[in-house]
T-cell receptor, first 117, second 120 residues
Framework: DAGVIQSPRHEVTEMGQEVTLRCKPI?????LFWYRQTMMRGLELLIY????????DSGMPEDRFSAKMPNASFSTLKIQPSEPRDSAVYFC???????????????FGEGSWLTVV | AQKVTQAQTEISVVEKEDVTLDCVYE???????LFWYKQPPSGELVFLIR??????QNEISGRYSWNFQKSTSSFNFTITASQVVDSAVYFC?????????????????FGIGTKLQVIP
């Protein structure tokens, strides 16, 4: 089975431009996570969807960031306008949530490496 | 609140040496899960192991072994006879349920990671 698929793998953009990162979770998974990884802050959870509904977006840094999940097989993370401090690796991950069983393994995509110049 | 501490930011060992990566966690829940992930230089995050809070048995998988001790809130990872291919950043993570009053979701916190360099 295919894993979590992210695109683009690498993106270089100019400050002020809009950036859209895309994610296709593993088929059958009902939970989707967006993480950001930087040297300074490590892995940070940005937003979590369950059954396509945003459940926890407390990690979204500011209004420039938005995320959508229009259906079970697709999610986007948008940054508008982008700034150099947004440069990071953005990971999408998915799992299957079974109620209070919290041990469901989270599988990660290969990441989208974003550079804002 | 939950917290995962990986106190070792970088470790260097010579090939064939054993190495232990430490992970200490904090949680008030009685039901939780712990994970280890590997991030090689290529950047992807690879799942290694999952352990629930009710199972303190140690686990061995080839050269990898994990020691879970609830008494010390630790979930340490040992690589025996390290190899150059083990060079990576290793993340420990804690998963617990949150928001149960509204349906619940899986809240996962990652440690800062330990960078392991195995020198040939």
């Amino acid at each position: 089975d295919a894993g979590v698929i992210q695109s683009p793998r690498h993106e270089v953009t100019e400050m002020g431009q809009e950036v859209t990162l895309r994610c296709k979770p593993i088929s059958g998974h009902n939970s989707l996570f967006w993480y950001r990884q930087t040297m300074m802050r490590g892995l940070e959870l940005l937003i979590y969807f369950n059954n396509n509904v945003p459940i926890d977006d407390s990690g979204m840094p500011e209004d420039r960031f938005s995320a959508k999940m229009p259906n079970a097989s697709f999610s986007t993370l948008k940054i508008q306008p982008s700034e150099p401090r947004d440069s990071a690796v953005y990971f999408c991950a998915s799992s299957f949530w079974l109620g209070e069983m919290v041990g469901n393994t989270i599988y990660f995509g290969e990441g989208s490496w974003l550079t804002v110049v | 609140a939950q917290k995962v501490t990986q106190a070792q930011t970088e470790i260097s060992v010579v090939e064939k040496e054993d190495v232990t990566l430490d992970c200490v966690y904090e949680t008030r829940d009685t039901t939780y899960y712990l994970f280890w992930y590997k991030q090689p230089p290529s950047g992807e995050l690879v799942f290694l192991i999952r352990r629930n809070s009710f199972d303190e048995q140690n686990e061995i998988s080839g050269r990898y072994s994990w020691n879970f001790q609830k008494s010390t809130s630790s979930f340490n990872f040992t690589i025996t006879a390290s190899q150059v291919v083990d060079s990576a950043v290793y993340f420990c993570a804690l998963s617990e349920a949150a928001g149960l009053h509204s349906g619940g979701y899986q809240k996962v916190t990652f440690g800062i990671g330990t960078k392991l360099q195995v020198i040939p």
